[in-house]
């Protein structure tokens, strides 16, 4: 079945940096578009970025575009969040999100928590 694993979160300074990890199976990791989410508390889930399947098309929100770099290395089903200058407007619980056949599969998620 299709499964996500995301890891790579914990607590930062403003400022800091992390990287997301999300591994993925069940399915041709290679011939999918993977994004990633985040969902802050009391927030509704919001888009964060997404790569095209070969890795050569990227796209972000406008509120992490500069900071964060998206990527994907399709030799280990896994997809990578690079967060680089991290703000505490930053902190969320990030998910990965794999779109098969119309259905959304979600990762349990990873929380990152920015301090000020």
């Known amino acids: 079945q299709v499964q996500l694993e995301e890891s790579g979160g914990g607590l930062v300074q403003a400022g800091g940096s992390l990287r997301l990890s999300c591994a993925a199976s069940g399915r041709t990791f290679s011939l999918y578009t993977m994004r990633w989410f985040r969902q802050a508390s009391g927030k509704e889930r919001e888009f964060v970025a997404d790569i095209s399947r070969n890795g050569g098309t990227t796209s972000y929100a406008d509120s992490v575009k500069g900071r964060f770099t998206i990527s994907r290395d399709n030799a280990k089903n896994t997809v990578y969040l690079q967060m680089n200058s991290l703000k505490p407007e930053d902190t969320a619980v990030y998910y990965c999100?794999?779109?098969?056949?119309?259905?959304?599969?979600w990762g349990q998620g990873t929380q990152v928590t920015v301090s000020s």
């Open positions: 999100g794999w779109r098969i056949g119309g259905f959304d599969y």
